[in-house]
């Protein structure tokens, strides 16, 4: 059955965010990594970097929804479980921090309040880390176990949006 | 799959922490800052090509890539004692102006501007970037976000990517800019130039006619009396790819004068026990805790050390707005710590002005933009001045360029001391018999903030920036109130 083309038409962005060489902290840029080597479709795109505020906006504008996966570190659950962000939790963090740039629900307010096309749903993924203040490539033995699950996750969810999304080199089917 | 909600009070480990402790008349006894380290940077970088390095160390942090990486770049310049080609070094300079109109953009509208256009003891769901633009207007907004993004691209264009730069080289770039690439960036700086002016006006309308902000930035609040460290050129105008470092005292004497490689002799880092980051200091004066005033060996980095320690600027604009800055601000040097912000601006406008005078530079797309490196690699210094202040790479190298040691000294490090000093001032001036609210703490965060401290890694985790997190604590130590942001 085919999808409506308003639905098809729609561009979704996934972006892991990292940093590769501090430790648990580059699991969100290993996971795109390799979901792009494992789906195409003409209307995904897939990012990984090491950014904030302004320059994710940058990245996020001309597109209709958008993936993001993460590491997040809030010593409340388990080393290695993967979690959706609610869509309040994003919203609350709409305020002033005290470091450089500005947060990711701002950097969205900002694009919406200037007009700009910015994604109307946004999903993120994160997984509880260990450690992200030593510099060493690779993640923890839990976190890596992770990787799996989160490029799970981010299939499935890609799947259900496009129906037509092809799958490279006869990697294992996620559904 | 689990879902999870993210609230603002949610305890996320690893943020920075600003400790108040009050005597018994509820009156402020001392504060600390403490912010987290990344660690284990220097055994990551051991026995890797030393070549390697300008590409690794952008990966620090995403704050700060450009200077990290030119910084990186002049060092292993050192290492293979080889002087780039005069292209090689206007092209890394554009780099790293452009970078700094960025990050000073950034760092001006998101974090400067909500206190003094929305107010310091506004409501912190107000005091944002969304509050700013909703007071300057959108059409305003839009220019920041034009202009930032045009600044960014530059960096790209030379760079080979936004962020994460890999074209420095020893002896040069690893690739030159063709006049179509020249244009462009002639196109982008000239809208710069006018956003900088913009800018620049927008704090002289709203702040400097202002007397009651006038009055807070000179009040003794916000005021400490330090040193000043900042890279000077022969005639010792402000400048921050390459020059000499200078030092001025707490009168704004010349102190010292110093080449990148002499930096050792010069400066020295105390351990203190209850931080990670190392507090650097004078060292011909010895560590003598965190002292105020001639002798005292503390020094301050970043836009108001620059412009102290400089004599004038190289570009008309912003030496008419250097003038301006210092007959406001009662002369040299300026020790009002919230004066940053307006520094800041002059070299953004500075930073705008050398963006076009580079990009029109005949040299500048030469095709001769590296010399081959052809010394046996052994040490080497490499100095920038980043958007927050001096930096510092050194690099040592066994016969095959492979890294030994590695020390760096970043913006936020110089400013340790005098981040801690002008806390607890704010924090004595402001904080009495024990009152406390959001308000006020907020205007002690301001002296924090001034300084534009990167702390590093927190800023790409979820949800997206490092919250700091004020403690209270009573005479006997207990801990009586605690806000985060």
New interface residues.
């Given amino acids: 059955m085919s999808q409506p083309a308003a639905v098809m038409a729609q561009k979704t962005i996934v972006i892991g965010l990292g940093n590769p060489i501090l430790a648990d902290d580059g699991v969100g840029i290993v996971t795109v990594e390799r979901i792009a080597q494992q789906v195409e479709h003409p209307l995904v795109d897939f990012q990984w970097c090491s950014l904030a505020g302004f320059e994710l906006l940058d990245l996020l504008v001309g597109y209709d929804k958008a993936i993001i996966v993460d590491s997040i570190k809030t010593g409340k659950y388990p080393v290695g479980q993967v979690m959706e962000l609610e869509a309040d939790s994003l919203m609350s963090t709409v305020r002033l921090a005290s470091v450089h740039d500005i947060n990711l629900a701002t950097a969205l307010e900002l694009g919406r309040m200037l007009a700009l096309p910015v994604p109307a749903e946004i999903t993120i993924y994160v997984v509880e880390v260990a450690d992200n203040t030593t510099f060493r490539e690779g993640c923890c033995r839990e976190v890596a176990a992770a990787v799996p699950l989160l490029e799970k996750a981010v299939i499935n969810l890609l799947t259900e949006r496009y129906e037509d999304l092809s799958v490279k080199g006869g990697v294992a089917h996620h559904a | 799959?689990?879902?999870?909600?993210?609230?603002?009070i949610?305890?996320?480990?690893?943020h920075?922490k600003i400790d108040i402790f009050l005597n018994d008349q509820g009156d402020v006894a001392n504060a600390y800052l403490q912010v987290?380290?990344?660690?284990?940077?220097e055994?990551?970088c051991e026995g890797r090509p030393a070549e390697e390095l300008p590409r690794?160390v952008p990966?620090i942090?995403?704050?700060c890539p450009v200077s990290h990486h030119l910084a990186s770049t002049k060092a292993v310049d050192g290492v293979w004692q080889v002087e780039p080609t005069p292209t090689a070094k206007k092209l890394r300079e554009l780099m790293l102006s452009a970078h700094i109109v960025h990050?000073h953009t950034?760092?001006f509208y998101?974090?400067a501007a909500?206190d003094f256009v929305v107010g310091p003891d506004a409501k912190?769901?107000e005091?944002?970037?969304?509050g700013v633009?909703?007071k300057v207007g959108?059409e305003a907004?839009?220019e920041v976000?034009k202009n930032?993004?045009y600044a960014?691209s530059i960096q790209a264009i030379l760079g080979g990517k936004?962020?994460?730069q890999v074209n420095g080289l020893p002896g040069g770039v690893s690739k030159g800019l063709t006049e179509e690439e020249r244009k462009e960036i002639e196109e982008k700086a000239i809208s710069i130039v006018e956003f900088a002016k913009f800018s620049l006006k927008l704090f002289e309308d709203i702040v400097l006619k202002n007397k009651a902000y006038v009055d807070l930035i000179l009040g003794d609040v916000y005021k400490i009396n330090t040193y000043f460290m900042g890279m000077v050129d022969e005639q010792n105008r402000a400048t921050f790819y390459d020059g000499k470092v200078r030092v001025v005292d707490p009168e704004g004497k010349e102190y010292a004068k110093f080449a990148p490689a002499d930096y050792l002799d010069y400066v020295a880092e105390q351990v203190e026990p209850w931080t990670y980051l190392k507090f650097p200091y004078l060292k011909k004066m010895g560590w003598s805790g965190m002292k105020e005033g001639v002798g005292g060996g503390i020094y301050r980095v970043g836009p108001l050390a620059r412009l102290n320690v400089s004599d004038g600027m190289a570009t008309p604009l912003a030496q008419e707005a250097y003038e301006k800055f210092f007959a406001t601000l009662g002369g040299k040097p300026v020790q009002a710590t919230l004066a940053y912000h307006w520094a800041r601006l002059i070299e953004l406008i500075y930073n705008a002005e050398r963006l076009l005078e580079l990009a029109r530079d005949e040299e500048i797309t030469g095709p001769d933009i590296r010399r081959i490196p052809d010394k046996t690699p052994s040490e080497g210094v490499g100095i920038v001045e980043a958007p927050r202040g001096t930096l510092i790479h050194h690099y040592r190298t066994d016969e095959q360029g492979l890294v030994q040691k590695v020390n760096l000294i970043v913006s936020t490090g110089h400013n340790n001391s005098a981040m801690n000093m002008s806390v607890k001032r704010a924090a004595q001036g402001l904080i009495k018999k024990g009152k406390v609210n959001q308000g006020l703490l907020n205007m002690v965060?301001m002296a924090?903030?001034a300084y534009?401290?990167?702390?590093a890694?927190?800023?790409?985790?979820?949800?997206?920036?490092?919250?700091?997190e004020i403690r209270i604590f009573d005479e006997e130590g207990q801990l009586c109130h605690s806000l985060r942001?």
Avoid: W, Y
Avoid at chain 2, 1 to 8: A, F, Q, R, W
Avoid at chain 2, 10 to 14: A, H, I, S
Avoid at chain 2, 460 to 465: C, D, I, R, T, V
């Fill in positions: 799959m689990k879902k999870i909600s993210i609230d603002p949610t305890r996320l480990e690893g920075g987290p380290e990344l660690r284990g940077f055994k990551f690794i990966r942090c995403g704050v990050s950034a760092h998101a974090l909500p912190p769901e005091r944002n970037i969304l633009v909703a959108l907004g839009k976000i930032r993004g960014q936004a962020t994460h965060e924090f903030r534009d401290p990167c702390l890694c927190a800023t790409h985790s979820l949800p997206g920036q490092m919250p700091l942001q």
